[in-house]
């Protein structure tokens, strides 16, 4: 056997033991998640499972599909069928690879898109070393609606946006306030200092294949362990009032959480100031997954346009699993507990939300409301939900 041939079968016999682990890893992973610490019950363990295959999708894709920061391409993900680690229901998630030292352009139109913000990260939050590197955002570029535009990375241009050493990605999140049947942005991205296409060695192929099982392992088990820590730091059906502010994540962003815990003759009423921030709403989450409660079939998230405040000037969302007829309801979709996540983004004031939680007996609902909150017939709710599944079916168009 010559050298080459040997160096292939060695190449070969590489690669084939890191697709075998990977099978065996999907085969534990697949038994682990239908147990405790995960959510239980006939339901919560075939989510487990379908979260463990989108997870797979999402991960070998990133990791073995979308590795080359030599030739890179936008795969995106927490989307209608990808989800982990809490996800926006008002954004597309896009990541591209790339590296320090390398010139990159990304160019494309904003069309229906409201904002976007492209982060320069280390990882994901769920792993072990990860954060936000480097933001900028549409509205500091002066974009909107339909606008073209052309961002730079790295070299010595002016305009150019620096990339800070230990980047791995340029991520994108499209934020769509307005929920209407309106063309999605586009983006394409290039590298400005390309090289030769590499022949796929074992070696290579292998690592990629143990990075994609690594990123499975840490997204599963540590999202899971991030909900029951969370659930456990606070008490059912209530805030802490203490503004959550992610030390490597997003510097915009706040965030309050209130895990649910109802019986299904109850509802339960947050009521929050309308904060001073160009973005806010509230999000209704599944435990063990992360993953949003169906936003395609229910309506289980309102952002600043989707929600009706007031006429005392305060916000009052309803979550429940039987439509209340109230304005502003969240559709628990027949789901005892889960997570609240309360958003306000891009702050232009001090004015948090200070949200506050009641549980109250469904047929006690009406007279915990002030009387003159609107109500929607059963009809507007149905023209209301076609109308969202309008737009997310053009957002997430292939």
């Not at 996800?87 to 229906?112: L, Q, S």
């Not at 606008?147 to 934020?175: K, M, N, Q, T, W």
């Amino acid at each position: 056997m010559t050298g080459g041939t040997s160096n292939q079968a060695s190449g070969v016999r590489a690669g084939l033991e890191a697709w075998e682990d990977w099978c065996a890893l999907l085969d534990g992973l697949g038994r682990e998640v239908i147990a405790e610490p995960y959510p239980t019950g006939a339901n919560a363990q075939l989510e487990m499972l379908e979260h463990l295959a989108d997870n797979a999708v999402a991960f070998l894709g990133w990791e073995v599909l979308h590795a080359d920061p030599t030739r890179p391409l936008f795969s995106r993900q927490n989307d209608l069928i990808t989800q982990w680690g809490g996800p926006n229901a008002d954004n597309v998630y896009r990541h591209a690879r790339i590296e320090a030292g390398r010139r990159y352009r990304i160019c494309g139109n904003m069309h229906g898109c409201d904002d976007f913000i492209l982060a320069l990260r280390a990882g994901f939050m769920h792993n072990d070393v990860w954060g936000t590197k480097a933001t900028v955002t549409a509205s500091e570029l002066g974009l909107g609606r339909h606008d073209d535009f052309e961002i730079l990375l790295g070299g010595d241009e002016p305009a150019a946006v620096a990339i800070p050493e230990g980047v791995l990605s340029a991520s994108i999140r499209e934020y769509y306030f307005d929920w209407t049947a309106d063309e999605p942005a586009f983006f394409t991205i290039e590298c400005l200092d390309p090289q030769p296409a590499p022949v796929l060695d074992g070696a290579t192929f292998a690592n990629r294949v143990r990075r994609a099982m690594m990123q499975m392992t840490d997204s599963i088990q540590r999202w899971n362990a991030y909900m029951e820590m969370n659930r456990a730091e606070r008490i059912d059906n209530s805030f802490t009032n203490r503004t959550l502010e992610v030390s490597k994540g997003l510097s915009m962003a706040r965030y309050e959480f209130c895990f649910w815990d109802l019986e299904p003759d109850q509802a339960l009423i947050i009521t929050a100031e309308v904060p001073e921030a160009r973005y806010w709403g509230a999000q209704l989450y599944m435990m063990g997954t992360f993953e949003l409660v169906d936003t395609y079939s229910h309506i289980s998230c309102r952002n600043q346009t989707q929600t009706t405040v007031d006429s005392d000037g305060k916000v009052r969302y309803v979550l429940c699993d039987t439509d209340p007829s109230t304005v502003n309801w969240l559709d628990t979709a027949g789901r005892r507990n889960g997570l609240c996540t309360l958003r306000w983004f891009w702050p232009t004031g001090d004015r948090a939300m200070t949200p506050t939680a009641e549980v109250v007996a469904l047929a006690d609902l009406a007279a915990a409301i002030p009387m003159d909150h609107p109500t929607v017939t059963l009809p507007t709710r149905a023209a209301d939900l076609a109308t969202r599944q309008s737009h997310l079916r053009h957002r997430f168009r292939t």
